[in-house]
């Protein structure tokens, strides 16, 4: 890996003299370096060697998009061998546990993360009224860690020799993740998840770091902290959680690469303390859930008002609960660790932060909610999505709060019913935001539209398929069925086969999200006007849509007619249901 790095410095030290180029956002004149003046380099040389953040927010998009499929492809294989209670599909309960274990792996730290930096990188630029990122190289070198942090998670699935995926599950508990046992994870597959893992978190901290500096010190002289936008107040949020996290993941992966590669004891049995492990993850593990939601409500708070006609209800409440959650996210860890036998006292503690944090969420709901009453609401997709968000979120939220009290928690704890909430917030809630601002931004980014039935026809899909897989799996928890399972008792179904065919409807709603993606973005008619969703007849329009008209105004003409285009959600909509 080492010696893979040095040649791409060496070659992109050939491609461009980096000594003389002067970012423009770090204070350097145009005419500096004349850097801003060339042409971007042609091809594939151009993606390799960009340090244009919205470029760079396309290469995290598409990486996010690649690590969605193959997440849920590896998801589909699963609920395949779940529709029986025998092992019928996979054959093996060890390809199950692999399946699992980097299906987690791949939706938290290669979609999840990846996704919302492909948001930021685009448009905190733009909205803030930046000439780039704070720091445009290291942004580069961000994106590319993760590709071999990507093909080091993947490498047991590859035909490796001696190389088997990692059975850990995604929370990597020891003494199982060091290789403790007369088990196959002392296989050389585990350490080079932990490798990609810590790739992964390299990266997420330099992004971090690039944010917050973009963020502080690159505001336009308008922009000050009164009117900084909500999304650019989440993004600052999650980034200083990032900071205070990732860096404890990093420190507590590489403890257990020493147990396991160099006898230490961190962990291991036999002077370790197998506990420690889960304080340390969990210390990172809850404040990556907030890392991981917070920028979607951000495009939820920032989107929703645009199709209810009016400004966000209560946004410095809005501003403060964001805040608010950052802070308190670092005191729930251990409600993961009730049914550990830690002191009691302890435990009381963690409930009652656990239930508290539930208030700046609450809070955020009811403005989304109290935003949308009374107000002129046009249900295109982007505001589909919207909603479809809130409904999850509330749903998942309401669940989470049983398992934040200790009784109820030691209950059902390990059981379906952790699966089905942690998927309302992750999939229902965090995957529905996502959506929700590609849909929305789309015409901005492409300068072209969607196909409007097939993002319906997605919503919808994904609506319902969101309700039965994950409710199912409510039930199946309440009835006590373990998680983490290849094989169940008969009298589980029926329930499991429900929630197969939810993951279906989501699987053909995901077929048609990408196959309209790729189609409108080749293919789909051009955006007539630099205000598509009509936002200036309410007051609504925003800087990056402004950017986008003045891209607009000084494109050069290429000839080409552009036909007339019914806009998702515009005039035309008005008089078919929209």
């Given at each position: 890996?080492?010696a893979?790095?040095v040649?791409?410095?060496?070659?992109?030290a050939r491609?461009?003299?980096?000594?003389?180029?002067?970012?423009?956002?770090?204070?350097?004149?145009?005419g500096?370096?004349?850097?801003a003046h060339?042409?971007k380099?042609a091809?594939l040389?151009r993606?390799?060697?960009?340090?244009d953040?919205k470029?760079?927010?396309?290469?995290?998009?598409?990486?996010?998009?690649?690590?969605?499929?193959?997440?849920?492809?590896?998801v589909?294989?699963?609920?395949?061998?779940l529709?029986?209670?025998?092992?019928d599909?996979?054959?093996?309960?060890t390809?199950?546990?692999?399946?699992?274990?980097?299906?987690?792996?791949?939706?938290?730290?290669?979609?999840g993360?990846?996704?919302?930096?492909?948001?930021?990188n685009?448009?905190?630029?733009l909205i803030?009224?930046a000439?780039?990122?704070?720091?445009?190289?290291?942004?580069?070198?961000?994106f590319?860690l993760?590709?071999p942090?990507?093909?080091?998670?993947w490498?047991?699935?590859?035909?490796?020799?001696?190389?088997?995926?990692?059975?850990?599950?995604?929370t990597?508990?020891?003494?199982?993740?060091?290789g403790v046992?007369?088990?196959?994870?002392?296989?050389?597959?585990?350490?080079?998840?932990l490798?990609g893992?810590?790739?992964?978190?390299?990266?997420?901290?330099?992004?971090?770091?690039n944010?917050?500096?973009?963020?502080?010190?690159?505001?336009?002289?308008e922009v000050?902290?009164?009117?900084?936008?909500?999304?650019?107040?989440?993004?600052?949020?999650?980034?200083?959680?990032?900071?205070?996290a990732?860096?404890?993941l990093?420190?507590?992966?590489?403890?257990?690469?020493l147990?396991?590669?160099?006898?230490?004891t961190?962990?291991a049995?036999?002077g370790?303390?197998?506990?420690?492990?889960q304080?340390?993850f969990?210390?990172f593990?809850?404040?990556?859930v907030?890392?991981?939601?917070?920028?979607?409500?951000?495009?939820?708070?920032?989107?929703?008002?645009?199709?209810?006609?009016r400004?966000?209800?209560?946004?410095?409440?809005?501003?403060y609960?964001?805040?608010?959650?950052?802070?308190?996210?670092?005191?729930v860890w251990?409600?993961?660790?009730?049914?550990?036998?830690?002191?009691?006292?302890?435990?009381?503690?963690?409930?009652?932060?656990?239930?508290?944090?539930?208030?700046?969420?609450?809070?955020?709901?009811f403005?989304?909610?109290?935003?949308?009453?009374?107000?002129?609401?046009?249900?295109?997709?982007p505001?589909?999505?919207c909603?479809?968000f809130?409904?999850?979120?509330?749903?998942?939220?309401?669940?989470?709060?049983?398992?934040a009290?200790?009784?109820?928690?030691?209950?059902?704890?390990?059981?379906?019913?952790v699966?089905?909430h942690?998927?309302?917030?992750?999939?229902?809630?965090?995957?529905?935001?996502?959506?929700?601002?590609?849909?929305?931004w789309?015409?901005?980014?492409?300068?072209?539209?969607?196909?409007?039935?097939?993002?319906k026809?997605h919503?919808?899909?994904?609506?319902?398929?969101?309700?039965?897989?994950?409710?199912?799996?409510?039930?199946?928890?309440?009835?006590?069925?373990?998680?983490?399972?290849?094989?169940?008792?008969?009298?589980?179904?029926?329930?499991?086969?429900?929630?197969?065919?939810?993951a279906a409807?989501l699987?053909?709603?995901?077929?048609i999200?990408?196959?309209?993606?790729?189609?409108?973005?080749m293919?789909?008619?051009?955006?007539?006007?630099g205000?598509?969703?009509k936002?200036?007849?309410?007051?609504?329009?925003?800087a990056?849509?402004?950017?986008?008209?003045?891209?607009?105004?000084?494109?050069?003409?290429?000839?080409?007619?552009?036909?007339d285009?019914?806009?998702?959600?515009g005039?035309?909509?008005?008089?078919?249901g929209?």
């Amino acid at each position: 890996m080492g010696a893979f790095l040095v040649g791409v410095a060496a070659f992109l030290a050939r491609v461009e003299d980096w000594r003389s180029y002067t970012p423009l956002g770090a204070g350097g004149g145009v005419g500096e370096s004349g850097y801003a003046h060339r042409e971007k380099p042609a091809g594939l040389i151009r993606w390799l060697t960009t340090v244009d953040h919205k470029d760079i927010g396309l290469l995290y998009g598409l990486y996010a998009t690649i690590a969605f499929v193959v997440g849920g492809l590896m998801v589909m294989l699963m609920r395949a061998e779940l529709t029986t209670p025998a092992e019928d599909v996979l054959g093996s309960a060890t390809f199950y546990n692999s399946l699992l274990t980097s299906h987690g792996i791949t939706m938290l730290f290669l979609f999840g993360t990846p996704i919302i930096a492909a948001f930021a990188n685009y448009l905190i630029p733009l909205i803030i009224g930046a000439d780039d990122m704070a720091f445009p190289r290291i942004n580069a070198i961000a994106f590319w860690l993760l590709p071999p942090g990507a093909l080091l998670i993947w490498a047991g699935f590859f035909p490796i020799p001696d190389v088997i995926p990692a059975q850990t599950a995604w929370t990597m508990y020891t003494p199982l993740s060091a290789g403790v046992g007369a088990g196959n994870q002392a296989n050389v597959g585990v350490d080079l998840m932990l490798l990609g893992l810590h790739l992964t978190g390299v990266s997420a901290t330099m992004g971090a770091v690039n944010f917050i500096a973009t963020i502080f010190t690159e505001r336009a002289e308008e922009v000050t902290w009164a009117n900084l936008d909500i999304f650019s107040w989440t993004i600052l949020t999650q980034s200083g959680l990032i900071l205070f996290a990732f860096p404890l993941l990093g420190s507590a992966l590489v403890m257990l690469l020493l147990d396991r590669n160099f006898g230490t004891t961190f962990f291991a049995v036999g002077g370790g303390d197998p506990i420690l492990w889960q304080h340390l993850f969990w210390f990172f593990g809850h404040p990556e859930v907030y890392i991981l939601v917070l920028p979607p409500m951000g495009i939820i708070s920032y989107v929703l008002p645009r199709f209810s006609g009016r400004k966000l209800f209560g946004f410095k409440f809005v501003v403060y609960s964001t805040l608010a959650i950052g802070v308190l996210s670092f005191g729930v860890w251990a409600h993961h660790m009730f049914a550990t036998g830690i002191d009691p006292r302890l435990r009381a503690s963690f409930m009652a932060v656990s239930l508290a944090i539930a208030i700046p969420s609450a809070v955020k709901t009811f403005n989304w909610i109290t935003t949308m009453w009374n107000g002129d609401l046009r249900l295109t997709t982007p505001m589909l999505f919207c909603i479809g968000f809130v409904s999850n979120f509330i749903i998942g939220g309401v669940t989470g709060v049983f398992l934040a009290s200790v009784p109820v928690d030691l209950v059902l704890h390990d059981t379906y019913y952790v699966v089905g909430h942690f998927h309302y917030i992750v999939m229902g809630a965090i995957t529905f935001a996502g959506m929700a601002g590609i849909y929305y931004w789309f015409p901005l980014v492409t300068g072209r539209w969607y196909q409007r039935s097939l993002a319906k026809a997605h919503f919808w899909l994904w609506m319902v398929g969101t309700n039965i897989t994950f409710f199912a799996m409510v039930l199946l928890g309440y009835g006590g069925m373990p998680r983490r399972y290849a094989t169940y008792l008969p009298q589980f179904a029926t329930l499991h086969q429900i929630t197969t065919l939810g993951a279906a409807l989501l699987f053909v709603g995901g077929l048609i999200w990408v196959y309209n993606l790729f189609v409108s973005w080749m293919e789909g008619q051009h955006v007539q006007s630099g205000d598509p969703w009509k936002l200036a007849d309410k007051n609504l329009n925003t800087a990056e849509w402004d950017w986008f008209e003045r891209q607009r105004e000084t494109a050069v003409v290429d000839g080409g007619r552009e036909e007339d285009v019914r806009a998702d959600g515009g005039e035309d909509a008005e008089h078919d249901g929209e």
